[in-house]
């Protein structure tokens, strides 16, 4: 405004006033606003609009305030925009009709937008516009302002306005047909197929169609009792109305609506009625017949809706996909890998038979292809989680460690709280021997995830390894309290007891083992071991019971033995196997020495002599870490190598 003043001011001193131009005036002030409302600087935008409304000498200068009623929209000022734009419609005459049905559709959507909505007003300035020249649009953001209120007879009202509005310039279909060979007419029609104004005759029939379908499944669900019922009468009346070619797709959604509430057997009953239907829709519902039934497991059908889908379409994408999910399930990759390239040739950018054919070739172990596909995916869809991870598992796959940690790093940023990669990414580092960068993403993953089982185990173990015995018994207990009937973990927890000097606390701990597992070996041997140290006097009871359990461990280690001898007699070789598989240490754990142990037991047993007690055990946490060996200095010195020898006179002090 003062810059405008001073400009003035120098006109008037320079005697140019008689000279201003009107005209370039008013195209600097809008030009400047819109460039400074493009950029954002809606402060400097709103001046250069109001040096126009301000000015008496500009005419139709009102309709400016719709410029400052959008500003204040995207600033949130919800008030003053209506306010704005209220301002401008009083301005604008009833004959620029089109003007202020823009004005009263801003108005509309505004009040949708402030918080809280005011749907009532949005309908009066939504029906005030279907009365006067309804469109797609409108007609949709109505039966969306009922919905949200909702009135039922209202949508079905609003949704029958929906099927009657008219779609200027596509009823004449006709004029695109040729009549007779005059090469005159072939040319124009050539012409005119693909031209700009058939674009836009297209996509005005796009936004027809999609409004009426997505109207069709916002209100199904709630016009009648149940959602089945609400899609049949809206089919009913897409059927009566001039779009009668949508009902197939919205019978379609109908079963799309069954699948999403896992009603299988009623979904396939809706798309088995289009088995008789026009090509396009037959193969659409074939495909998703081939879909259920794969989804179902019967391998069979998938694969005959499958190739009905094919032979409907044979440029349909899906059903090529389908089919080779089928081959791919059944181990025939090949096959799988044909059917995923044959989609891809129709569709380079088929987001599925991209992810699906990469997937085959990493089962395949073709790993460069695999991920020459996933990198493919991954610029078509940016920041997708699952395609980052397959890139990222591919090279740690190929021993790329730094590739694989940087792809995991980026999937991290987009989804910070997934415990399974979080752990992988410690997994990675604790491969590369970078322990303490491995503990960070452990304990993270623990954060958002503390069931997990095997990341409390490493937690448990790097403690362990440590040294810090009372922290790893957190993790352990933790893990006893999600697998109660695993053993190992309590008798981690003692061990953890043992190694840090509480011995009282150990024996207490065992003794709690026992009770529970009266029949474990290990958790005995542990309990004759302590009492001895400790000199108590149940040690001959736990030794007694000792032998007991190795007694009737030993029987049935002989009890599957026999029957693997059995077994292997009647099948073949087969025996030998099971017997060295009955011999392995429950709970998953390795003893050495445990196999020549139970033959010199069966012996004994055999032989009728007194078997000795046999505490040998074996830690669940590992050895003891060797002790430093203090007198290895002193043996050297005993083999002094001058012990022999004398001592020259040089060698002597002078």
């Known amino acids: 405004w003062y810059q405008r003043r001073v400009r003035e001011r120098h006109r008037d001193l320079q005697g140019f006033s008689e000279q ?21 600087m809606y402060q400097e935008a709103q001046s250069a609009y109001m040096a126009i409304i301000k000015n008496k000498a500009f005419s139709n200068a009102g309709r400016f305030r719709v410029n400052l009623g959008n500003i204040l929209l995207k600033q949130g000022k919800h008030v003053e925009a209506i306010r704005m734009y209220r301002r401008a419609l009083d301005q604008i005459p009833e004959t620029h009709t089109h003007m202020r049905i823009k004005i009263l559709k801003n108005i509309g959507v505004t009040f949708i937008k402030m918080n809280p909505p005011q749907y009532s007003d949005s309908i009066v300035s939504f029906e005030h516009i279907m009365k006067t020249k309804p469109d797609f649009r409108t007609a949709f953001n109505l039966t969306l302002c009922y919905y ?26 006709d004029r695109y047909l040729q009549y007779g060979d005059d090469p005159h007419s072939s040319l124009v029609l050539e012409a005119i197929k693909d031209d700009e104004l058939r674009k836009i005759e297209r996509n005005k029939k796009r936004l027809a169609e999609k409004a009426i379908i997505q109207a069709a499944k916002l209100i199904a669900p709630v016009i009648e009792g149940t959602e089945a019922l609400g899609f049949d009468w809206c089919v009913d009346c897409v059927r009566e109305s001039q779009h009668n070619e949508l009902a197939s797709e919205l019978e379609i959604n109908k079963a799309i609506m ?29 495909t998703n017949l081939s879909f259920l039934y794969f989804l179902k497991g019967e391998s069979n059908e998938a694969e005959k809706y499958a190739d009905q889908a094919i032979e409907s379409d044979r440029y349909n994408q899906c059903a090529l996909v389908n089919r080779g999910n089928i081959h791919f399930k059944a181990g025939e990759l090949e096959k799988a890998r044909d059917y995923y390239q044959e989609s891809l040739a129709i569709e380079s950018g088929c987001a599925e038979a991209l992810y699906n054919l990469g997937l085959t070739f990493k089962t395949m172990g073709n790993l460069d292809n695999a991920l020459e596909c996933f990198e493919k995916l991954h610029t078509i869809l940016n920041n997708c989680p ?9 090279y740690d796959m190929k021993q790329d460690i730094q590739q694989s940690v940087d792809w995991f790093m980026h999937l991290i940023t987009i989804v910070p709280t997934d415990p399974g990669i979080l752990s992988q990414i410690g997994a990675i580092y604790d491969q590369d021997n970078d322990r303490s960068q491995a503990f960070q993403y452990f304990l993270e993953s623990h954060k958002y995830f503390p069931s997990d089982i095997s990341t409390i185990s490493w937690l448990g173990a790097f403690y362990i390894d440590g040294q810090f015995h009372e922290k790893a018994i957190q993790y352990f207990e933790r893990a006893s309290l999600i697998e109660p009937q695993e053993v190992k973990w309590q008798l981690m927890i003692a061990s953890c007891y043992r190694r840090s000097g509480n011995y009282q606390q150990s024996l207490a701990t065992y003794k709690k083992i026992h009770m529970r597992f009266p029949d474990n070996v290990e958790c005995l041997k542990f309990l004759v071991r302590i009492c001895t140290d400790l000199g108590l006097k149940e040690l001959q009871e736990y030794a007694n019971k000792l032998k007991k359990a190795e007694k009737a461990k030993e029987l049935r280690e002989q009890r599957r033995e026999n029957s693997g001898r059995r077994s292997g007699r009647n099948r073949g070789s087969g025996g030998s196997e099971r017997s060295n598989s009955g011999r392995r240490a429950p709970s998953g754990r390795q003893n050495s020495g445990r196999k020549n142990d139970q033959e010199v037991a069966i012996r004994d047993s055999n032989s009728g002599r007194k078997k000795p007690v046999d505490a040998t055990y074996s830690d669940p946490i590992g050895d003891l870490p060797p002790r430093p060996r203090t ?3 002193s043996r050297v010195a005993e083999d002094d190598d001058f012990g022999d020898e004398e001592l020259g006179d040089d060698l002597l002090p002078e």
């Open 20 to 40: 201003t131009y009107l005209d370039l005036t008013y195209s600097v002030y809008f030009n400047s606003g819109n460039v400074f409302e493009a950029c954002e």
């Open 148 to 173: 949200a209120i909702g009135d039922q007879d209202k949508m079905k009202k609003a949704f029958h306005r929906l099927l009657t509005v008219p779609i200027e310039g596509i009823e004449d279909d």
């Open 258 to 286: 069954f699948l999403k509430q896992k009603d299988f057997q009623k979904a396939v009953e809706a798309l088995k009625v289009f088995e008789k239907k026009n090509s396009k829709i037959a193969s659409t519902a074939a």
């Open 386 to 394: 699952e395609v980052i991870y397959q890139i990222a598992a591919l």
């Open 631 to 633: 007198a290895a200095r």
